[in-house]
Nanobody
């Protein structure tokens, strides 16, 4: 079974950067499409970015366009979310999730495996 662990969250000032990591174990990440989601207090979980098994990425949140990028290193069994120019509205718990199909999706219910989440707080 695929297990996912996020890391890299923390407190950052507006305009700063963070890189989140999603480390996989139990299975080879090559066979999984990985999505990053976030959930702010009182809001539904929303898709942010996804990277398919072939390495193609899809953006599901217009608010992060041009600021966040997703990448994967199958050799390290990891996926990364680079977040630049962070804003207070990016504050949320960020989750990575995996599914075995080839194609990305921004719908949480389509993912079978989830990490525990990492808190990102953007505040001065």
């Amino acid at each position: 079974q695929l297990q996912l662990v996020e890391s890299g969250g923390g407190l950052v000032q507006p305009g700063g950067s963070l890189r989140l990591s999603c480390a996989a174990s139990g299975r080879t990440l090559d066979y999984y499409t990985i999505g990053w989601f976030r959930q702010a207090p009182g809001k539904e979980r929303e898709g942010v970015l996804c990277i398919s098994r072939s390495g193609g990425s899809t953006n599901y949140a217009d608010s992060v366009k041009g600021r966040f990028t997703i990448s994967r290193d199958n050799g390290k069994n990891s996926v990364y979310l680079q977040m630049n120019s962070l804003k207070p509205e990016d504050t949320a718990v960020y989750y990575c999730a995996g599914k075995g199909s080839y194609y990305c999706s921004g719908y949480p219910h389509e993912y079978d495996y989830w990490g525990q989440g990492t808190q990102v707080t953007v505040s001065s």
